[in-house]
């Protein structure tokens, strides 16, 4: 009962949160102030009223439409609510699930920590989606409290058990993930530069990586990294297959894929599921 009533409660807050991150990045990009004026339709500026702000139930009594001007509302606003609402009660379920639920300091920062990553990562998987943008104002606070996060919980381990080596050594690896989980995007920047004498991926996706790195450890970072190529490489071949694609290969070939957006998705399903992945990889490969 416990374990259901945490999950439906860590949902409903992510619904909650999903609604503050749909003003933020509606208005972010614009330069707006995510504090001022209050919710609104964009296209004909009437403040929305506060049945009008309910994450998801809103959007389906209006149908998708403004009452006052009948503008389409983008699927962007319940698909965001939606993701963080189902990822956060998974968040739960799963912790509960776990055998640290006795130790509350550790439970309580591993969950928040991992509801802080998967918001950061919901939030840059939309900005270059639709921007092509990976803001700093997201990554590098990422980084930091990734890198924040981690370290909590190794003292709150070191606490309660026995840790195979030294703080100071497991610090050292934290930073160590960081810095070699960007270094991968570095080098592939760099290699395609050599090639091709222009730029491919951007610093925004090192500084991404690094903060995947920072939170869920190499291993977790790489795992990221595997997820989100797949998935790019899948969304492109079926990009090509589209017929107006296939007309005009030139625009195509040289059109910018939202490389931070797959890297996101697959550093959700890494911070909710990795270590299962990591594990039945490991058994199948035989190490």
Known sequence: MIRILGTVLAGLL??????????????WPEGESIVTPRSHCRNC??????????????????????????????????????S????????????????????TNLVLVRVVGQCVLIWLLVALAVLDAEHLWLPDKLT??????????????????????????????????????????????????????????????????AKLMAMLGAWLGLSGALLSFAIGVVLGAI????ALAVPAARRESNTWLAAKLPLGTFLCVGGIISALWGRPIVAAYMRWAGL
């Open 235 to 238: 969304f492109a071949l079926v």
């Open 45 to 82: 500026s009437r403040t929305l009223t506060w049945w009008e702000n309910i994450p998801l139930v809103s959007w389906l009594a209006l149908r998708g439409r403004c009452r006052t001007c009948k503008t389409k509302i983008s699927w962007r606003y319940p698909l965001v609510e939606l």
């Open 14 to 27: 992510g619904l909650a949160f999903g609604s503050f991150l749909n003003v933020c990045l509606s208005r």
């Open 140 to 205: 590098w606070p990422g980084i930091f409290l990734g890198l924040l996060s981690s370290a909590m919980q190794l003292l709150l381990v070191e606490r309660f058990f026995t840790a195979d080596h030294g703080l100071l050594y497991a610090i050292g690896m934290l930073l160590g993930s960081a810095a070699l989980a960007a270094l991968l995007i570095l080098a592939i920047r760099w290699t395609y530069w050599l090639v091709r004498r222009r730029e491919g991926i951007g610093l925004g996706d």
């Open 84 to 103: 963080v609402g189902v990822t956060w009660a998974c968040v739960a379920w799963n912790t509960f699930d776990s055998q640290l639920i006795f130790f």
